[in-house]
């Protein structure tokens, strides 16, 4: 089978991670895929944040776990994953929503291939509407308006990778 269709029939969401992170190198080859993703017009408008500081993961967590009203102060809605990246688009952009998207499939294909895993994980847009989110943002010399699109945990998998499940029937309608 094509390499690229055994990659997306068989990558899976994790939630389960190792503590240590991915060579920098990975994560590089991971984060170029994500800017090679098709964007709208061909604007090129989502951004992406990486995330391996310590102090930093613990705020996004600290975050995602109070706007998604857990109260358990031990949950890692990141589930351990060493490394974070955030895709964000240009509020101006009509279709930042979409690109985001595409930004993030690429990143999770990309990742995949090189053996770690990920999760997309949401709430980014409320956190980058906070003003810790927006002054995040201007302390990277990022002035103009993104709206959070999503997260993406990444890490070596703790455990076996999950097998996807059977294909729903009715999804497929052909006009010829």
């Known amino acids: 089978m094509n390499e690229l269709l055994e990659l997306i029939k068989t990558r899976r969401s994790i939630r389960r ?29 989502p951004i992406i944040l990486q995330v391996t500081n310590p102090q930093l993961r613990s705020k996004l967590v600290t975050m995602n776990r109070e706007i998604g009203g857990w109260e358990d102060e031990n949950f890692d809605p990141f589930y351990g994953a060493p490394v974070i990246l955030i895709v964000l688009g240009k509020k101006d952009m009509p279709n930042r929503v979409y690109d985001g ?3 993030m499939e690429n990143l999770m294909l990309a990742a995949w291939s090189l053996g770690i895993g990920s999760c997309w994980i949401h709430r980014a847009k409320e956190e980058f509407e ?20 999503g997260h993406l945990a990444l890490g070596y998998i703790e455990g076996n990778s999950p097998q996807a499940a059977a294909r729903d029937e009715n999804r497929l309608f052909y006009l010829k």
């Open 17 to 45: 991670f190792k503590p240590e992170a991915p060579p920098q190198e990975s994560l590089d080859l991971i984060l170029e895929a994500g800017l090679y993703a098709p964007s709208g017009r061909g604007t090129q408008n």
């Open 101 to 103: 998207s595409l930004v």
């Open 130 to 149: 906070t003003p810790w989110g927006k002054d995040l943002l201007k302390s990277l010399g990022i002035t103009e308006e993104y709206e959070g699109i």
